[in-house]
């Protein structure tokens, strides 16, 4: 395996983008279309993964533009090719495989010329307008950039913030990871001008400062979310593949898990701890990033695993009775034991399924358990 595609495979398989990503899609006749590609949404990155070593001249000039044609020219061409074909087309292939992966009616593209083997020894030039946006980035910037911006949307969001306001700017500085900085700085925001100087090595005093140290501490607890999403992945879906409706469920779930940013993640963990280390046995939380999404914590202890699992999928069911009946509902149950803890994930979409009958036994559930009466005594009153 060459080190381009080892970057592909961990890309896609050590990472946040490992729900969203695939490895070697190919086109007409096999061909490659790039190296990995990652669908979100309707949000789709093109990433093309060229891995170039120079044996240097000594002519810096003659170095960098032999390096520059073939690590940069080689994946413009790929990366402009692929979208052509994607855009054409509602599904492709992997390499090696029959199965289809479908593509988004609604397709908005974002392109990555990742550039690995020049190890700081020529700098990233601004990214190519050219037949679209294309973000020129090396294996330093991209490291951090995937590691200041560690969740789907968060990635998605910066690359959505450069195509709309530096389509037609022109910016001086030390490359991509200052040009991050300065996102990070301006609260997640490009302003709308036609230059930005910045001096170099912003990224470098960023991430020394007193100011970023704290969000970097406050964002720790966060990262439970992350542990949940992987545990599932890792030894479910890794292993079990999608084969019943269980499963593809908790897929779902763990996909819409993932989209939520590392913002939403704070507090989303902060409502799960209440009820983890109180005596809130059940908490129902609305969704920050999507309106449609109804969270369920519980904790507490259970007879037993079934016991567990009846007393989430009720609680799923009340909260969507209550708040939304065409609602998805995530319910995650967590048990805290003395040598480990366990937890579960509930996954229901009520939507176009809602009856009398699960309004009766949403009532029912109510009165004789009295699973979240205070709400339902509320909205009532």
Same mark, same amino acid.
């Given at each position: ?22 490895? &070697? ?66 599904? #492709? ?33 601004? @990214?190519?307008?050219?037949?679209? +946006?294309? &973000? ?7 490291? @951090?950039?995937?590691?200041e911006l560690d969740t789907i949307t968060d990635f998605i ?37 036609? #230059? ?6 912003? +990224? ?6 007193a100011d970023y140290q704290q969000e970097k501490k406050n964002?720790?607890? @966060? ?12 030894? +479910? ?13 908790m897929r779902r779930a763990c996909e819409i898990m993932a ?11 902060? &409502? ?26 519980? @904790? ?55 009856? &009398? ?25």
């Open positions: 395996m060459t080190k381009s595609e080892e970057w592909a495979y961990s890309l896609c398989r050590k990472s946040f983008f490992s729900l969203f990503s695939f490895v &070697n899609p190919v086109g007409k006749k096999d061909k490659e279309l790039c190296d990995v590609i990652v669908i979100c949404g309707n949000d789709i990155v093109l990433i093309s993964v060229k891995e170039i070593n120079i044996n240097l001249t000594g002519n810096y000039e003659v170095d960098y533009n032999r390096w520059n044609n073939r690590a940069i020219e080689d994946s413009l061409k790929q990366l402009n090719g692929a979208e052509r074909f994607l855009k054409r087309v509602s599904s #492709f292939r992997l390499k090696d495989t029959k199965e289809e992966i479908e593509l988004p009616d609604e397709k908005n593209f974002y392109k990555i010329a990742l550039a690995i083997g020049a190890k700081g020894k020529f700098p990233i030039s601004e @990214s190519i307008r050219n037949n679209g +946006y294309v &973000n020129i980035m090396d294996e330093i910037s991209f490291h @951090s950039i995937i590691s969001l910066y690359l959505r913030e450069k195509q709309a306001k530096l389509l037609n700017v022109h910016f001086t500085g030390n490359g991509e990871e200052d040009l991050l900085a300065f996102y990070l700085r301006n609260e997640l925001n490009f302003p709308d001008k036609s #230059f930005l100087y910045f001096d170099k090595g912003i +990224y470098e005093s960023l991430i020394v400062s964002r720790e607890e @966060s990262y439970k979310w992350d542990f949940i999403i992987n545990h599932f992945t890792q030894n +479910y879906f890794d292993k079990n593949g999608y084969n019943s409706i269980t499963l593809n469920n989209k939520e940013t590392r913002f939403e993640r704070i507090k989303l963990i902060d &409502n799960l701890n209440i009820v983890i280390n109180s005596n809130v046995r059940a908490r129902i939380y609305f969704s920050p990033t999507f309106n449609h999404i109804i969270y369920v914590f519980v @904790s507490g202890k259970f007879e037993n695993e079934k016991q567990r699992l009846k007393e989430t999928e009720l609680r799923s069911l009340v909260a969507a009775f209550l708040f939304n009946k065409s609602a998805i509902v995530i319910a995650i149950a967590w048990e805290v034991n003395p040598n480990f803890d366990v937890y579960d994930i509930v996954y229901h979409n009520y939507k176009d399924l809602w009856s &009398n009958n699960l309004d009766k036994l949403a009532l029912s559930t109510i009165n004789e358990l009295g699973y979240f009466k205070n709400h339902y005594d509320q909205l009532n009153k």
